[in-house]
T-cell receptor
Framework: AQSVTQPDIHITVSEGASLELRCNYSYGATPYLFWYVQSPGQGLQLLLKYFSGDTLVQGIKGFEAEFKRSQSSFNLRKPSVHWSDAAEFFCAVGNNAGNMLTFGGGTRLMVKP | DAGVIQSPRHEVTEMGQEVTLRCKPISGHNSLFWYRQTMMRGLELLIYFNNNVPIDDSGMPEDRFSAKMPNASFSTLKIQPSEPRDSAVYFC??????????????FGPGTRLLVL
């Protein structure tokens, strides 16, 4: 069975600081990996995804993530956080058939001015 | 292109009443998913359809929940009778044919349900 762990429930960073959100997954085959962002009262918006190829993936809003098979990780990064980045971030793993997404518990990001 | 459309956006009802949530997937997508989000359990997949056919409903909590997809552009999730513990945000998502265009799911804005 596939599973996703996001170890940090809450993270607070200062505006302009760098950000790394952790994601660890468990899946028997090559995973399909996603990061979604959810602003308060909104739906989930896709930030980026990894299917194959280059393990460093660029997404929207200046985010990137790196797939590390040896560590079963897909951490999300941003070099300089903006106040508008405050939201909840979800990592998800998809199965090969493309019909099942399993989400982590989410990490809530707060940005200090 | 319009994204996934859900209605209503907010619903307040009393225990025992029937609730119907609606979803219009992105045109051309052939998979549709219903999720529930709560503080306690996070995001849970309730059911998904492929080409209008329910494929896996193992996440549906109990018989009070039912979902239909009568055509490629419309799906409903019904709760009858509703209970306070059903209070949650319900998301609909759609996905194109994974063999043609990847496996990304696109989410609607959600329906926030409160059962009193």
């Amino acid at each position: 069975a596939q599973s996703v762990t996001q170890p940090d429930i809450h993270i607070t960073v200062s505006e302009g600081a760098s950000l790394e959100l952790r994601c660890n997954y468990s899946y028997g085959a090559t995973p399909y990996l996603f990061w979604y962002v959810q602003s308060p009262g909104q739906g989930l918006q896709l930030l980026l995804k990894y299917f194959s190829g280059d393990t460093l993936v660029q997404g929207i809003k200046g985010f990137e993530a790196e797939f590390k098979r040896s560590q079963s990780s897909f951490n999300l990064r941003k070099p300089s956080v903006h106040w508008s980045d405050a939201a909840e971030f979800f990592c998800a793993v998809g199965n090969n058939a493309g019909n099942m997404l399993t989400f982590g518990g989410g990490t809530r990001l707060m940005v200090k001015p | 292109d319009a994204g996934v459309i859900q209605s209503p956006r907010h619903e307040v009802t009393e225990m025992g009443q029937e609730v119907t949530l609606r979803c219009k997937p992105i045109s051309g997508h052939n998979s549709l998913f219903w999720y529930r989000q709560t503080m306690m359990r996070g995001l849970e997949l309730l059911i998904y359809f492929n080409n209008n056919v329910p494929i896996d409903d193992s996440g549906m909590p109990e018989d009070r929940f039912s979902a239909k997809m009568p055509n490629a552009s419309f799906s409903t999730l019904k709760i009858q009778p509703s209970e306070p513990r059903d209070s949650a945000v319900y998301f609909c998502a759609s996905s194109p044919n994974p063999r043609l265009a990847g496996k990304t799911q696109y989410f609607g804005p959600g329906t926030r349900l409160l059962v009193l």
